[in-house]
Nanobody, 115 residues
C-alpha cells in the first residue's frame, strides 16, 4: 500500500503561484501513474495533471499552460507548480498513485485563491 502526503497548499491571490508536493512512501519509479486531482465544494473530484512512469504528462484543459507536474525520483516526490492561479482553482487538491488496478490517495491540501 502506497502512502501519500501532500503539502504546499494555502491562500494566494489571483495571479499568484503555489507549489504542491506529494511525498510517497515507496519508490515512485514502480508506480504506473502519479497524478493530482482536485475537488471544489459541491463539485466532483476532477483530474488536474498526471505523470506516467515513462515521463509523459497529461493535463486538464483548464490548467494547461499554467500548471506543471514534475517528479523527483530520488525523493519519491511529485510536484504541481501552479502559476497564474484563478478563483476557480480553489479546491482541495489530492495526490493519487495508480498502480495496476489500485488507486491510493493522500489526505488532500486546501488551495484557496482570493481576488
Amino acid at each position: 500500500q502506497v502512502q501519500l502526503v501532500e503539502s504546499g497548499g494555502g491562500l494566494v491571490q489571483a495571479g499568484g503561484s503555489l507549489r504542491l508536493s506529494c511525498a510517497a512512501s515507496e519508490s515512485i519509479f514502480r508506480i504506473n501513474v502519479m497524478g493530482w486531482y482536485r475537488q471544489a465544494p459541491g463539485k466532483q473530484r476532477e483530474l488536474v495533471a498526471q505523470i506516467f512512469s515513462a515521463g509523459s504528462t497529461n493535463y486538464a484543459a483548464s490548467v494547461k499552460g499554467r500548471f506543471t507536474i514534475s517528479r523527483d525520483m530520488a525523493k519519491n516526490t511529485v510536484f504541481l507548480q501552479m502559476n497564474s492561479l484563478q478563483l476557480d482553482d480553489t479546491a482541495v487538491y489530492y495526490c493519487n498513485a495508480h498502480q495496476y488496478q489500485y488507486d491510493f490517495w493522500g489526505q488532500g491540501t486546501q488551495v484557496t485563491v482570493s481576488s
